[in-house]
Nanobody
Framework: QVQLVESGGGLVQAGGSLRLSCAASGRTFSSYAMGWFRQAPGKEREFVAAISWSGGSTYYAKSVKGRFTISRDNAKNTVYLQMNSLKPEDTAVYYC???????????????????WGQGTQVTVSS
């Protein structure tokens, strides 16, 4: 069983920054592929960013590439999402997810993630 707890969301003006954190339970965190997704009202949950077990590989959605950075600290069982140059269209509930299957280092498909956090709200005002 893996528990994921997100934090760091809030209200920020356009152009501002936020850093989200996701603390994970489990002794094998360093073997999990991790990802961030977001869901805006009335829309499907969409992929934002993913990171491999070691943190050596990352992948981003086109809409956030160059503005967001995913990272992880395996000693702290935590994955981060640094969000810069935020736009009103980034407003959503942000979720972190873990793929414990160890089959793929980078996971984009949300159906492949088997554990999810409760989400944290990010609101960007114009």
């Amino acid at each position: 069983q893996v528990q994921l707890v997100e934090s760091g969301g809030g209200l920020v003006q356009a152009g501002g920054s936020l850093r989200l954190s996701c603390a994970a339970s489990g002794r094998t965190f360093s073997s999990y592929a991790m990802g961030w997704f977001r869901q805006a009202p009335g829309k499907e949950r969409e992929f934002v960013a993913a990171i491999s077990w070691s943190g050596g590989s990352t992948y981003y959605a086109k809409s956030v590439k160059g503005r967001f950075t995913i990272s992880r600290d395996n000693a702290k069982n935590t994955v981060y999402l640094q969000m810069n140059s935020l736009k009103p269209e980034d407003t959503a509930v942000y979720y972190c997810a873990a793929d414990t299957s160890t089959m793929h280092p980078i996971v984009v498909n949300r159906e492949e993630y088997d554990y999810w956090g409760q989400g944290t709200q990010v609101t960007v005002s114009s």
